[in-house]
């Protein structure tokens, strides 16, 4: 009774990573694909390329931070949306349901959005700094790499438009988790923070001893479901900076080798990489924290 969903799952999901895993493994271009095959004369020479090749490491470098940095704002947003939330008042429900535009939006309507947004000619952050902030000149938030900054009289460049990218990514994806964080603290018995508040605790108090322990599971689960979303990440980045200005992440790297080289071996190779240190991260993270978020 289960061969029609295996025959599907054969069909739609363990034949193309075999078939991408052999093209990993094979001299294969765009104009000889069509007499490449499952066997094949195998080599490793696609991995020493991407490997050896300029970039790649500052592209996985570039994607960490990008996962790390936008997992983490995604998360943090979605959990002081969902306790600033979480007491009953008048328009509550339609507060909660325009939380979720940022995630329902269509990607490409979001990113021309927010493109035409920190336009350094007409955009409305522009002005507005240019009007009212008394910057000096407009920035490029999508095609600077680096923005010079004083702080403190120390000159430091920041990376403007990977910033951007992150923010982008921490506001698109930030009700995914105030969804899930809700969710989970609809489920807190009132009779421990009403307890606690005999007992004199504070906001802080209550929210570090009795509210953190009961969202400690789900924010694992978030943490591990948004980082590998974020690592795979390639259509924000692309529709927002075609991963210039130094934005280029794996992902568009790979889509880069594909389209614009027509390099499909060495494309299927950097996909397959990524999925490696993918896994391998997950692995890291499941041994070192796992065992704790069961005990949570």
């Known amino acids: ?9 054969v069909a739609a999901v363990v034949l193309p990573i075999i078939w991408a895993i052999a093209l990993a493994f094979q001299r294969v271009r765009l104009i000889n694909i069509r007499g490449t095959g499952f066997i094949g004369e195998y080599t490793l020479a696609n ?22 940095v936008g997992t983490a704002l995604a998360i943090g947003i979605g959990l002081i949306a969902a306790l600033a939330l979480r007491k009953p008042f008048p328009g509550r429900g339609l507060i909660r349901a325009s939380l979720l ?7 490409v309507a979001a990113t021309f959005v927010w493109s035409t947004m920190l336009n350094p000619q007409f955009g409305v952050v522009n002005w507005f700094g240019t009007m009212v902030l008394g910057w000096e000149d407009p920035v490029a938030f999508l095609s600077d790499r680096a923005l010079p900054v004083s702080i403190f ?6 990376p403007i438009a990977l910033i951007t990218v992150i923010l982008f990514e921490g506001w698109r994806s930030f009700p995914f988790a105030f969804l899930f964080l809700t969710a989970r603290l609809q489920a807190v018995p ?19 001893h009795i509210l953190l322990p009961q969202l400690l599971p789900t924010i694992a689960v978030l943490t ?12 924000d980045i692309y529709l927002l900076t075609g991963g210039g200005a130094g934005t ?24 397959l990489l990524l999925a490696v240190i993918l896994a391998m991260l997950v692995g890291v993270y499941l041994k070192l924290f796992g065992r704790e978020e069961e005990q949570a």
């Open 248 to 271: 280029e992440v794996v992902s568009v790297r790979v889509f880069d080798y594909l389209t614009a080289r027509g390099d499909i071996g060495a494309a299927a190779a950097q996909a």
């Open 101 to 107: 535009l940022p995630y329902v939006a269509p990607v």
């Open 47 to 68: 991995f020493a390329n991407v490997l050896t090749s300029p970039g790649f490491l500052g592209a996985l470098f570039t994607t960490l931070i990008y996962s790390v």
């Open 1 to 9: 009774m289960i061969s029609p969903t295996v025959i599907i799952v």
């Open 224 to 235: 591990v479901l948004r980082f590998i979303w974020t690592f795979n990440n390639f259509d």
């Open 190 to 208: 009132e009779v421990l923070d009403e307890a606690a508040r005999i007992d004199g605790a504070t906001p802080s108090q209550r929210f570090r």
């Open 153 to 158: 009289g120390w000159q430091v460049e920041l």
